[in-house]
C-alpha cells in the first residue's frame, strides 16, 4: 500500500529513492510514467498520479519515460563513456 499522495509527491519532488521500485508517478499532462527518481523536471502536483506498478501504469495508458527507464527492473546505472568488451 503507497503512502499518501502528497507524500509521495514531496519525496518526487526531493528526487528520495525510498519508494524507488514501490511507487511510480504518472503524469496525466504527458502520458508518461517515471521512477520517484527520475532526472526529468518535476511536473506540478496537480497533473501527477502514483501508482504501485509499472502494469497498473501501462493499464492505465502511460508509456515508460525514456530517460529513467521504469520498465527495465533496477535503476540505471551511471552513464560511461567506455564500454566493456
Known amino acids: ?3 499518501d499522495a502528497d507524500v509521495l ?3 518526487l519532488a526531493a ?6 521500485g514501490q511507487a ?3 503524469v496525466m499532462t504527458t502520458g508518461i510514467f517515471c521512477r520517484m527518481t527520475c532526472p526529468a523536471r518535476t511536473p506540478l502536483r ?3 498520479a502514483f501508482r504501485a506498478t509499472v502494469a497498473e501504469c501501462e493499464a492505465a495508458g502511460f508509456r515508460a519515460c525514456r530517460r ?8 540505471p ?7 566493456a568488451s
Open 1 to 3: 500500500m503507497l503512502p
Open 46 to 48: 496537480k497533473n501527477v
Open 24 to 26: 511510480f508517478v504518472c
Open 15 to 20: 528526487r528520495d529513492g525510498r519508494f524507488a
Open 68 to 75: 529513467c527507464r521504469p520498465q527495465a527492473g533496477s535503476p
Open 77 to 83: 546505472a551511471g552513464r560511461s563513456s567506455v564500454s
Open 9 to 11: 509527491y514531496a519525496l
